[in-house]
């Protein structure tokens, strides 16, 4: 069968890597905030897991009204098997990558100037937080 798995076939051993990345990851001046490495500004994301490192930069996504959480985009796999410096290197490239995608994204509040990532836009005009201190969301 074409599925089938070659009896030469065997499990290769990675390369155990989990202190270094973490060391390098809070070189970085990531922490952990809900699950995900992420800079100060919430700005960007990284999700671990065994196949490796997932960058996105961060987005609001909505269960209700009053729910909301943290939505990754833009997401870049990395391998965490590679040499330390070239994860770095690569690391590095990603960061500056969906940052710069987030900056794309980015749309401006009519009402207090300042911009958003989508999730936290009320409507095409005006933030999630000045539609609720204005109290008239439905002129959004």
Not at 12 to 26: G, I, K, R
Not at 45 to 67: K, T
Not at 97 to 118: N, Q
């Amino acid at each position: 069968m074409w599925w089938s798995v070659s009896v030469r076939e065997h499990a290769v051993a990675l390369q155990d890597t989990s202190d270094a990345v973490e060391s390098l990851l809070l070189r970085l001046d990531l922490r952990v905030v809900g699950g995900l490495w992420s800079d100060a500004g919430h700005a960007i994301g990284i999700a671990r897991s065994p196949a490796g490192l997932f960058v996105g930069w961060l987005d609001v996504g909505w269960i209700a009204p009053d729910d909301p959480f943290s939505e990754m985009r833009d997401v870049v796999h990395l391998v965490e098997r590679v040499p330390i410096e070239q994860l770095s290197r690569d690391l590095d490239f990603a960061i500056s990558e969906v940052k710069g995608l987030r900056a794309e994204h980015l749309r401006d509040c009519e009402r207090c100037d300042e911009r958003f990532v989508p999730g936290q836009m009320y409507g095409a005009r005006c933030c999630h937080s000045c539609a609720v201190r204005d109290g008239d969301v439905g002129s959004c």
